[in-house]
């Protein structure tokens, strides 16, 4: 398998980050499964051994539960709503703790957030990832550009509370404006139908977003204009967005894809899903231990390598047709084709994913709804017409305002399912060496089902 190296480079390396952060005998399993792929197999064993050292110096394996002092590093400042309060979660990490522990991911909550600083000495317990602060003592540190992206992102949200009436709807789109979602009830609808990733910025986002974008730079620039001026947009994007893996890898896949177009190079797609996997391991390996990145890597994963072939299955009761077979169609059967068409391809992407991500969607959250396939194939496209309509709407307000209803149908339509159709598949608990066996083979399928359809 010759095709996408730097995938295999960067799924070697995970296998060894992997070994550090859950050591398990079943590596083995996936480990072999990529030298059977790949020939060039001395190149593996470099990543996979340099993937156990680099995480092996980098993680640190901690107690549940540890008390003492540390060094506390700002990244992201996100509002927590409880049905008693709201406070702020100072997330970031414990670049020093007690008895030689580093670079420690956490979440810190107050009450009230601090007026200034990033960084801080720390005295209190750490459990779970919840770092239980007892004082904090601000210490001088590099600038963070966490103040300034909350701050614009509270501006966004003010703006949308004050434009739209609808509590459902506002606090949809001030979700969708800033990658912070702080309406539980909203929150819950959505990943009761397995919707969640449509409030999480995320691949889906970045492509309609670059979509449209560059769609209107092409009418109004220069072809490689237009590419340089999205790569702008696009990275001061992600600035304002943060760090998440989810985004991180989207916005690498794209800029990378663009600047390919740029300097008319191909670009295999499977390579750079390879380079944004390697990036995230490399700045910090314990992201791996994420359910977002997880999912994200592995959905990414299963529509590249999965969705030729579920469309070509599909493509048996809903075929394709020529253009000139087209053209010789009445109105009414090419409108009737172009629905189809998007039946089939709705249909190959949903199966691809959820074929490949259902075994680590039932081992975290042990149930997975079936009415999250036929939502998944509806509501996306439908609320992402309701995204590209959104900048318009803050321009003109007629289309704001059809915006606005259009988009609180469909989120009462989430919010009240079928409940007759309501089934879920239960699974109280996979063994982890099971999952990881799992997963391995469904790789293995999908990668050489790729290779011989080319």
Not at 156 to 183: E, L, Y
Not at 372 to 380: A, D, G, M, Q, T
């Amino acid at each position: 398998m010759q095709r996408s190296p730097t995938l295999f480079w960067a799924l070697f390396f995970l296998m060894g980050s992997s070994f550090i952060l859950y050591p398990h005998w079943i590596y083995v399993f996936p480990i072999l499964v990529l030298f059977f792929l790949t020939k060039k197999k001395g190149q593996g064993a470099i990543f996979f051994i340099f993937g156990l050292i680099y995480c092996f110096f980098l993680t640190s394996h901690i107690p549940e539960e540890i008390e003492g002092r540390g060094v506390f590093q700002l990244e992201k400042i996100q509002r927590v709503a409880s049905p008693f309060q709201r406070s702020f979660a100072l997330k970031g990490r414990l670049i020093y703790f007690e008895d030689g522990y580093r670079n420690i991911p956490c979440t810190i909550l107050q009450k009230k957030l601090p007026k200034k600083g990033s960084r801080w000495i720390v005295k209190g317990k750490l459990q779970k990832g919840l770092f239980k602060a007892q004082s904090m003592k601000e210490i001088q540190a590099p600038r963070s550009l966490s103040r300034w992206r909350f701050e614009k992102k509270e501006a966004v949200a003010q703006f949308f509370h004050r434009k739209i009436r609808d509590h459902r709807t506002r606090h949809f789109f001030a979700s969708i404006a800033t990658g912070d979602i702080d309406d539980r009830m909203l929150a819950m609808e959505f990943r009761k139908l397995g919707l969640g990733h449509i409030l999480a910025l995320s691949g889906f986002h970045f492509a309609l977003i670059a979509a449209l974008s560059g769609w209107i730079l092409r009418i109004i620039l220069p072809e490689k204009w237009s590419y340089i001026t999205l790569i702008a947009l696009l990275t001061g994007y992600y600035i304002y967005l943060g760090f998440s893996p989810s985004v991180l890898r989207a916005y690498l896949m794209i800029v990378l894809f663009l600047f390919g177009r740029l300097f008319e190079r191909r670009s295999d797609v499977c390579n750079l899903l390879g380079i944004a996997l390697l990036v995230e391991l490399v700045r910090d390996p314990q992201t791996a231990r994420e359910v977002g990145f997880q999912l994200s890597f592995l959905a990414t994963f299963a529509l590249l390598v999965f969705y030729p072939a579920c469309e070509k299955i599909l493509s048996g009761w809903l075929p394709k047709r020529q253009r000139y077979e087209v053209n010789k169609l009445t109105l009414l059967e090419q409108h009737a084709y172009l629905f189809t068409t998007f039946i089939r391809k709705g249909s190959a992407l949903n199966l691809a994913v959820h074929f490949a991500t259902l075994p680590l969607t039932l081992y975290f959250f042990h149930s997975f709804p079936l009415l999250s396939i036929p939502y998944n194939l509806l509501f996306p496209p439908l609320l992402g017409i309701s995204m590209l309509l959104l900048p318009f709407g803050a321009f003109f307000p007629p289309i704001g305002f059809i915006n606005e209803k259009f988009t609180g149908f469909l989120l009462q339509m989430i919010a009240n399912p079928p409940e007759i159709l309501h089934f879920q598949i239960f699974a109280s608990k996979i063994p982890f060496a099971l999952l990881i066996a799992i997963i391995s083979a469904i790789g293995l399928f999908g990668l050489t089902k790729r290779e011989k359809l080319g």
